[in-house]
């Protein structure tokens, strides 16, 4: 028992601190040259019982287009147009578009439809007056947010020619005050969050399926042996609530994470004296060591490609970013700045991994490495303590946790760190441990 304790305030230092198709971009995401698009949403066109849904959908509409870091929303308050102007194109009065600097304009309508809602919508070049793509949603009123993320996410597929992220779902752990750690599923956003069945109790480190059907966590066990709890690595299927064991033996089980393919997880386990990198197949079989240094070792997360695990080390004396081949062979140092770097997490676009580093002021921030280079660029900085990042499954935002507003809170943001935005609730719960799943299985078929 003594030595379990010893071992997890060892691993507890180093985890738990506190298609592009072939068609030119119209957005150049990349580079010093990048600028956020200048884009109008003018206001919904609604009527009756509509109207509030309408608006429903334009308040969420707006958050998404802003963290997204893509465009920059131009606010309603600065708008010049007749707030009953048409859909168009007939009856747009351009010159006061243009007057407030938009170069696109976006357009919808709500009304009532088969679903219970139909959103037809059209995006505007505002200097040629030029329409430059349409569509209708439907959904039902319940559903009004998620039919914003939908056309969010049309936005973000015409300007990129990439999936957007906004009708996916994120996974983390939230304690009320006073009560224990339990986790949790929402919307990207954080709206129409709810507990994942019988996690009550303290629950941590959530990891998605590659198929978003599944979460591995970690799960404080308690028995006679162990009262106040074993760390067990556990699954639980969002489809029928059930949950249960994959790894019980062992010390010390704890960090999930999914393989690319969705075959193998990998975790760190105890068994010799002191935590390591272990893979066991998904249905709890075939049980391999991958790391075998007298150090401690954390914090496991694949490439998307599979082929490579990054993982958090202190053979060096301090917590670093380590990267080796998925066999647990050519083992590599990637972060050399900084003397306490954890939680990576690679970025689905295989090229950068975001990490939690303290700084010179023992302030926690998110930092970004690139995998080939190894040169380091800051997102986070003098806003409190930040960490715990988990990219978006395109790679263009990124989750994390931040206690800059006094309570430890989930916040989303482009990926360049220049938008930030709180998405939990100020309930007076701690948020902790995001988790960002994939694409729904209907867009990933689309890719």
């Known amino acids: 028992m003594r030595s379990m304790a010893r071992i997890w305030v060892a691993l507890a230092a180093l985890v738990l601190p506190a298609l592009a198709l072939g068609q030119e971009p119209l957005i150049e995401v990349s580079g010093a040259t990048f600028r956020p698009l200048p884009i109008a949403i003018a206001p919904p066109i609604a009527q009756g019982d509509a109207a509030s849904p309408a608006e429903e959908i334009y308040e969420a509409l707006t958050f998404d287009l802003e963290v997204s870091g893509l465009f920059e929303v131009i606010p309603r308050k600065a708008f010049l147009a007749d707030p009953r102007e048409p859909l168009g194109p007939e009856g747009i009065v351009w010159s006061r578009w243009l007057d407030v600097a938009a170069e696109e304009l976006l357009k919808f309508q709500v009304e009532a439809g088969p679903q219970g809602l139909k959103l037809t919508w059209r995006l505007y070049e505002v200097a040629t007056q030029r329409q430059t793509t349409s ?3 439907e959904g039902r009123v319940a559903d009004a947010r998620r039919l914003a993320h939908r056309l969010a996410d049309e936005m973000v597929r015409h300007h990129t020619r990439e999936p957007g992220a906004f009708s996916t779902r994120i996974a983390f752990v939230r304690r009320p005050k006073g009560g ?30 590659p198929s978003g059907g599944e979460l591995a966590f970690t799960f404080f066990k308690k028995s006679l042996e162990y009262p106040n709890g074993h760390p067990q690595i556990w699954k639980a299927n969002l489809l029928n609530g059930k949950t249960s064991p994959l790894v019980t033996s062992g010390d010390l089980n704890t960090g ?8 193998k997880i990998a975790f760190t386990m105890s068994r010799d004296g002191n935590p390591d990198i272990y893979v066991i197949n998904a249905d709890g079989s075939g049980l391999r060591r991958l790391t075998r240094d007298p150090s401690t070792e954390s914090s496991p997360v694949w490439s998307p490609d599979g082929k490579r695990i990054a993982f958090v080390s202190d053979r060096h004396g301090t917590p670093q970013i380590f990267v080796m081949d998925a066999d647990g062979g050519n083992v590599e140092r990637l972060t050399r700045q900084g003397n306490y770097n954890q939680t990576p997490a690679w970025s689905p676009r295989g090229d950068e991994i975001a990490f939690t580093a303290r700084d010179e002021r023992y302030a ?8 080939e280079t190894k040169e380091i660029r800051r997102l986070t900085q003098d806003q409190g303590n930040n960490l715990h990042p988990t990219w978006a499954p395109n790679g263009r935002m990124i989750l994390f946790v931040s206690d800059r507003d006094g309570d430890r809170a989930l916040y989303v943001g482009s990926a360049d760190g220049r ?11 701690e948020y902790t441990d995001p988790a960002w799943g994939p694409f729904p299985v209907t867009v990933e078929a689309k890719r």
Do not use: C, M, Y
Request: charged share 20%; proline share 8%; glycine share 8%.
């Open 135 to 137: 569509g209708t949603l």
């Open 256 to 263: 999930a994470a999914w393989s690319p393919d969705g075959s």
């Open 364 to 371: 926690f921030d998110i930092f970004v490495v690139n995998v």
């Open 419 to 429: 938008v930030q935005r709180r998405i939990s609730p100020r309930d007076g719960a």
């Open 180 to 209: 224990s750690k339990e986790i949790w599923v929402s919307d990207f956003d954080g709206k129409n969050a709810s507990p994942v069945p019988h996690t009550r109790g303290i629950s941590l480190l959530p990891t998605w399926s």
